[in-house]
């Protein structure tokens, strides 16, 4: 692993710092310098192996973005100021569209359109939590997405603990009846983002396995890593023929209160008042430009992101940094020069609520040639490795060496892709590359009223587009055929 510190509390970076200080462009010997300083000559030896003469004109570009990008910030402070929380299917997410059509169209970009679709809609209503006894004392919550109403008059029930996912599984069918599940775990913070995986099945699966158990409602520890009375929302999931029920998040310290009070032995009550409505289908949409390549048949580079954010706070890490990323860079693709391929920039609509504008745009382009897709979803700080799903070892190592200056190590790993792009990736079995952002303070945020512009820093910001530039314009240019790796033998 590269032996980058993790942000500090400005929200930069030592290595930043190092960076600026030492000037940008920056040199391959400066940045040599700077992995030693900071013990990672682990890592320079090995990433050597792969080097390859970085085009000029590309490095030019990279270099520029890192210095100078204010493309991206001028989207995610846009997007955060003049349009604000814009949940998937409302009237502020039909703002956001309009808003995302005037910036694409005033960038340059070709073929600007909106491309409608209908969605079911939920929308939240009061939300309070408060034990009733033997402690009684208010507690910050929040719905989940999908969760249905306790009604005005709330739901007032025993609180049955599950430390774990896993426990909540192994709990007899019926022995939650009328009961108020409550599922606990412990989201560690990481680099990768990994942790979510362990603690995410409480959010997202949770409240309907708790539902086939019988309970009347369900709480959940936040799915984060803060230490603030902040609940995290999210949207969780009931399958076909199991009723939803009320179901929310307590913030992080309010969950602890709540073990603490449980490990005393006694029963403990809570009055929970969550009155969300289901508003039926609302129209959503997808924001597109492209940049125009030269050779139609070359197939279609897809660069996304997602437009619509949660209700709570103005998503500036979730997702307007990664739309303003994916935009800034296929900007500065532009400012190169015709590229081979067309470069197509999906700002999707209604991702937090179910991946709407993904699957949606899957289907109005299953017969376009797409050939390689990526997405920017998981903030703003700074990209610090690269995964491939990729063919070509050649197209593979020129953009690992075209990143290698920015501090971006390469991965083992299989690219995924990301949520939006899921869907026509599936479908067409794409090539992808995945440039991972650095997620150790992004379950801070996540879903929460604090993902909000302060938290961007300018400088890990324009570290992105300088990432996204090189692979991009690797990728349109390359004269190789792109397609995903083979599917390895077992
Ligand atoms: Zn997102
Ligand atoms: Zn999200």
Known sequence: MIGLAPPLASGRSRFNRAWQDAGAPISLAAMTRIQLALGA????????????????????????????????????????????????????????????????????????????????????????????????????????????????????????????????????????????????????????????????????????????????????????????????????????????????????????????????????????????????QQRSGNVIGEVLGSDPQAGIVLIACHLDSWDLATGATDDASGCGIVAAAAKRLMAMGTPRRTVRVLWAGAEEVGIHGGRAYAEAHKTDRHVVAMESDFGADRVWRVDFNLGSTAVADRIASAVRPLGVTRGQRLAGGGADIGPIIAAQSLASVDLQQDGTRYFDLHHTPDDTLDKVDPVQLRQNVAAWVAALSVLANASEVLAAAPVAAE
Do not use: C
């Open 41 to 280: 000559t682990a890592l320079f030896v090995s990433t050597t192996a792969f080097a390859q003469a970085v085009d000029p004109r590309l490095a030019a570009a990279r270099d520029d973005a890192l210095a100078n990008d204010t493309v991206a910030w001028d989207i995610t402070e846009g997007l955060t100021t003049e349009v604000g929380p814009r949940q998937g299917g409302t009237e502020a997410e039909a703002r956001g569209r309009a808003w995302a059509l005037a910036k694409l169209t005033a960038l340059g970009f070709a073929n600007v359109r909106e491309e409608s679709f209908m969605m079911p809609t939920w929308v939240r209503g009061d939300e309070t939590a408060e034990i009733v006894s033997p402690f009684p004392q208010k507690m910050a919550v929040t719905a989940l997405g999908g969760s249905s109403s306790t009604g005005a008059k709330g739901l007032e029930a025993e609180i049955v603990y599950f430390p774990t996912y896993a426990d909540l599984e192994a709990a007899p069918v019926g022995s939650l009846k009328g009961k108020i599940a409550f599922i606990s775990h412990s989201m560690i913070r990481t680099q990768d983002g990994s942790s979510y995986g362990f603690a995410g099945p409480a959010r997202w699966t949770g409240p309907n396995l708790a539902a086939t158990k019988g309970a009347a409602g369900i709480v959940i520890k936040s799915i984060g890593t803060d230490r603030h009375r902040n609940p995290h929302t999210g949207g969780t999931g009931f399958q076909p023929g199991v009723k939803p029920i009320p179901s929310g998040a307590l913030s992080i310290p309010d969950a602890e209160n709540l073990e603490r009070m449980l490990k005393r032995g006694r029963p403990v009550r809570m009055k929970l008042v969550l009155t969300p409505r289901d508003i039926g």
